[in-house]
Every structure is written in C-alpha cells, then in structure tokens.
C-alpha cells in the first residue's frame, strides 16, 4: 500500500468512528495538512446523512417517492466495473437493502443501498459523475 493509499485508509476509518459526518474534509499530503468540518451544531441539530430520504408527495393518492442519495463525496458508478450492467435501470423493482450503486472516493468503493422497497422512477445522475454530500442520485417510488 503506498504513502496515498494508506492515508485514505486512515481517512475512511478515522470517518467510521465520528460520531456525526463532517460536512467538508480537506486532505493534504505534501506537509500533511488535514481540514474537518462540521455542521454547526448552535442552530439546532445537525441532519443525519441518510442514504434514503422520503420526498415531498401530495396527499392525493401519488406515489410517495422515496430518494437514495450520496452519503459522501465521490464518484457514483452505476455498475461494479466498467462495461458489467448496472446494478438497476429505470423501471426496475428493487427491495430495502439491494445495492443500487457505488462511490469511489480516494480508491475505495463505498456500496450505494436503498433503505426501501420499491420501482426505480428516475436515476438522477449519469454513470462515472461526481457527486458531493447529499446529492441526489436515484428515485425510488414506494411500496405500499
């Protein structure tokens, strides 16, 4: 593992500890220099980082639509190496825990899973894109 690759091991571990997501990291190497920052937390509580974030839909009998979204910085792929076929399409039903894409960020692979089940409506974002925090990355129409 050389110098690069074992400080974004250190980076993504030291991430998996905290307690609450920083909203912004900056990684320096030459002179080591490292940036975290958080929500601030004197406004009212920070938001959770959720993959799976219900949006807004009428109360008229609609499609409650339910939104993946990046749960970091990164690139999102919508299949596991180039040329394989995508883990869904548009129109593809999916269930709670399926993995519906990647985000590589510093050459590591982070799995992209729904917390619902439901019909693919929209994929939001194309394949091989950058995405930061938050970013919406897929539609799901629920269930039920």
């Known amino acids: 593992m050389n110098d690069a690759e074992n400080l974004a091991h250190q980076l993504v571990t030291l991430l998996r500890q905290l307690p609450e997501t920083?909203?912004?990291?900056?990684?320096?190497?030459?002179?080591?220099?490292?940036?975290?920052?958080?929500?601030?937390?004197?406004?009212?509580?920070?938001?959770?980082?959720?993959?799976?974030?219900?949006?807004?839909?009428?109360?008229?009998?609609?499609?409650?639509?339910?939104?993946?979204?990046?749960?970091?910085?990164?690139?999102?792929?919508?299949?596991?190496?180039?040329?394989?076929?995508?883990?869904?399409?548009?129109?593809?039903?999916?269930?709670?825990?399926?993995?519906?894409g990647v985000i590589e960020s510093m050459k590591l692979m982070t799995p992209i899973e729904t917390k619902c089940s439901g019909i693919v409506r929209r994929i939001l974002v194309p394949d091989a894109t950058s995405v930061e925090y938050d970013h919406p990355l897929i539609e799901i129409a629920m269930e039920g």
């Open 22 to 100: 920083p909203t912004r990291i900056r990684v320096q190497q030459g002179s080591n220099s490292l940036e975290v920052e958080w929500p601030d937390t004197a406004t009212g509580p920070a938001r959770p980082a959720p993959a799976t974030e219900a949006l807004d839909a009428p109360d008229d009998g609609a499609e409650r639509m339910e939104c993946v979204r990046a749960p970091m910085i990164g690139t999102f792929y919508r299949a596991a190496k180039p040329g394989a076929p995508p883990f869904v399409e548009e129109g593809a039903e999916v269930v709670a825990g399926q993995q519906v």
